[in-house]
């Protein structure tokens, strides 16, 4: 066999350099919207798996909003910053339009799911950060098994009713946590203490990627444990993932680089093993 190693490569660069937004989508069709660059922003941009384009931007300006879905189906809710906190917007691709509101207003919230069934994952309000969660059915949000604990600035992946939560903020932890549509109960921990991280993948097949302060820390869940994979070339925390991406196929985008703002864009591809002897015979 030829294994040839896991490994990221540079992608083109976003539009603008921000940290505190999020990403949805894959590699080759991602979708990343607001954060702070510094101050609130708007701004929304597609990826093609080589250059950003710029398209319609979000209704509001929001900090530390979360999301789930995908490049044409896209779900925007939370937030810090006028009425981002309880805010929802949809994206088809085209247009984004406002939606019924969460329950729970919040902002540094993690997402999963897709844009008829999506999951609002903890989150800050105020200095506190709440353990709720709420599920999206397309039109509106209703409460879901509370977390054990409140997170916030975590990583997070997976669907509505087989998600995966991990890391938190202010403190970095090693905490895992997997929900299965109505309970959270605690997975296998993560090698590294993490916070202000980002996730894609499932329940069962996670990567993780980024760390504070500017760490291109990279790890990656097998639905029982973690392990490590080939660092970030260039550390950084608050930033965006392609959310449905793959433990094969992933990428990361903007975030804090230690200090200031970065408009970076990595494309993680996994490690490949391939036959180099396709006959052979004994004699």
Known sequence: NTITPGAWASGGNY??????????????????FNGTSPGGTNISSEYDGSSWGSVTN???????????????????????????PTSTEEYNGTSWSPQNVLGSGR?????????TAGLAIGGRSGASSPAAVEEYDGTNWTAGGAQPSGTSYAGSCGTQTSALVFG???????ATFE?????????????????????AGTQTAALQAGNNPGSGLTSAYDGTSWSTRPS?????????????????????FGGNPGA??????????????????????TS
């Open 58 to 84: 979000p209704g509001i300006s929001a900090i530390a909003r979360a999301g789930a879905g995908t490049q044409t189906a896209a779900l925007a809710f939370g937030g810090e910053g006028g009425p981002a």
């Open 168 to 174: 938190s903020a202010p403190s970095a932890t090693t």
């Open 107 to 115: 902002y540094a919230l993690n997402g999963a799911g897709t844009q």
């Open 179 to 199: 929900y299965n549509g109505s309970s959270w109960t605690a997975g296998g921990n993560l090698g590294t203490p993490v916070e202000r991280t980002s996730g």
């Open 232 to 252: 970030m070339s260039a550390g950084r925390h608050n930033l965006a993932s392609s959310s449905q991406g793959t433990t094969n196929s992933s990428m990361v």
């Open 260 to 281: 200031g703002f970065s408009n970076a864009t990595e494309e993680f591809t996994g490690e490949t093993t391939a036959a180099n002897i396709k006959t052979f015979t």
């Open 15 to 32: 539009p603008i350099s921000v940290r505190e937004f999020y990403g949805v989508g894959t590699q080759t069709a991602g979708l990343g």
